[in-house]
């Protein structure tokens, strides 16, 4: 999962083509096309076959603005973002990793149906909120997690989730614990590869499933 929309994304997302890692690109509509940001006209090619979810427009610290700028910060992200990629963009992560519950009710009413914070649980648990989903660890702590994900089986439905910025890769001259992570990571015969909206609308599912008091029927809405 990373954010800004960055052109160190381009090198991350081949990376993850080769590896058949997916991920999830939280955007700010409104800064593209400038400094270090991708143009909006590679967005849909560059992200295709991972996710693009929201960022706000412009990246401010929510919890500091007025109700009626955090819903247009939202509402006009998921809208320009939408009218570049085609498809309904119902995902985000909070700028600088800030939020409030008044926050989460307006995401919540701007169609937003899950938001990533910047906080780690370091375990490999599903998100009992997906309004404030803490990833796995941040990508300077992936090989160790890593590592210990492939030898985890102490139950089903374990995620691994890493996030991050790709420029960071630039600034701390470690591009090489990424490949690592990828060649470490890739073709994993037991391993689901899945961009956040998947996550959401799998768990989402199976937690609609409808069973008899003794368990042996199942209705699958």
């Avoid at 400094?35 to 401010?60: D, F, M, Q, W």
């Avoid at 997690?145 to 102490?154: C, H, I, S, W």
């Avoid at 996550?199 to 499933?209: F, G, N, Q, V």
């Amino acid at each position: 999962s990373y954010d800004d929309g960055v052109v160190q994304d381009r090198r991350l997302v081949k990376l993850f083509n080769e590896s058949g890692i997916k991920g999830t690109f939280h955007i700010n509509s409104g800064i593209l096309d400038q400094g270090n940001r991708i143009a909006s006209s590679e967005l849909k090619a560059l992200y295709a076959g991972h996710e693009v979810s929201c960022h706000t427009v412009t990246h401010p610290f929510l919890e500091r603005l007025p109700r009626t700028e955090i819903e247009r910060e939202i509402r006009e992200d998921r809208r320009r973002l939408e009218e570049l990629c085609g498809y309904p963009v119902i995902g985000m992560s909070y700028p600088f990793g800030t939020w409030n519950d008044e926050i989460i009710g307006i995401a919540r009413s701007c169609g937003i149906v899950y938001s990533r914070s910047t906080r780690t649980s370091g375990g490999f648990g599903i998100p009992q909120n997906f309004m404030a989903w803490d990833a796995t660890c941040h990508h300077r702590e992936m090989l160790e997690k890593g590592a210990a994900f492939r030898e985890f089986n102490r139950y089903p439905l374990a995620i691994f989730y890493v996030w991050g910025h790709a420029y960071e890769f630039d600034n701390n001259s470690n591009w090489h614990e990424m490949e690592e992570f990828c060649r470490m990571m890739s073709n994993l015969p037991d391993v689901w590869y899945a961009t956040n909206i998947e996550i959401y609308r799998y768990l989402e599912a199976i937690r609609s499933l409808v069973t008899s008091a003794d368990g042996g029927i199942v209705y699958n809405p």
